[in-house]
């Protein structure tokens, strides 16, 4: 069955630092790849999603990384700011479903003055 | 935007009994999940819904039901609520996959089973 390992469950950086938040998979070939944020007690609230055939996507201070030959999505908010402190998780798609994502645990990022 | 709504934020119930949650979106959405979140196992499908009438199990049904008469609402049934069904209940909705994949997720219902 498929796996999705978000490797850290805690990261702590300053502020104005570059977060770097990694998401590997395996036994899987997602059509595409999403980032959500969650916030205590709330629901996780979409970022960014990223196909299969792209290698790269920005928004504002967020970038999204894909290597399907890796199995590998890296997750980039720089100028990080304490706002930006919550928990960040990735989410694959595709094969005989699509629309089904499969989640994984997800990075708590705190980010410190 | 977007909303989706779970009709509560906080339920407490006893072992054994019939457990309501409710979802209601108002986007028009093709696309209803229900996800359970516990600490360190992160989100996992309970069952998904593609259409009205239209129910397909995740990957942890068991102790589950689902009902969705109406396009825009998407309950999950409790048949007989035990405590390891304690944990965040999520509901989410999206759109047609391959243009509008993203989910849309409600607030959350914290369920305690005692």
């Known amino acids: 069955s498929q796996k999705i390992e978000q490797n850290s469950e805690a990261l702590n950086i300053q502020e104005g630092k570059t977060a770097t938040l990694t998401c590997n998979y395996t036994?899987?070939?997602?059509?595409?790849l999403q980032w959500y944020r969650q916030d205590p007690g709330r629901g996780p609230v979409f970022l960014l999603l990223?196909?299969?055939?792209?290698k790269e996507k920005r928004k504002e201070r967020l970038k999204v990384t894909f290597d399907t030959t890796l199995k590998q999505s890296l997750f980039h908010i720089t100028a990080s700011q304490p706002a930006d402190s919550a928990t960040y998780l990735c989410a694959l798609a595709g094969g005989s479903t699509l629309g089904r994502l499969y989640f994984g645990r997800g990075t708590q990022l705190t980010v410190w003055p | 935007d977007v909303k989706v709504t779970q009709s509560s934020r906080y339920l407490v119930k006893r072992t054994g009994e019939k457990v309501f949650l409710e979802c209601v979106q108002d986007m028009d959405h093709e696309n209803m999940f229900w996800y359970r979140q516990d600490p360190g196992l992160g989100l996992r499908l309970i069952y998904f819904?593609?259409?009205?009438?239209?129910?397909e199990k995740g990957d942890i049904p068991e102790g589950y039901s689902v009902s969705r008469e109406k396009k825009e609402r998407f309950s999950l049934i409790l048949e007989s609520a035990s405590t390891n069904q304690t944990s965040m209940y999520l509901c989410a909705s999206s759109g047609t996959v391959p243009t509008n994949e993203k989910l849309f997720f409600g607030s959350g219902t914290q369920l305690s089973v005692l």
């Open positions: 036994n899987y070939s997602p059509a595409y």
């Open positions: 819904s593609y259409d009205v009438k239209m129910k």
């Open positions: 990223i196909r299969e055939n792209e």
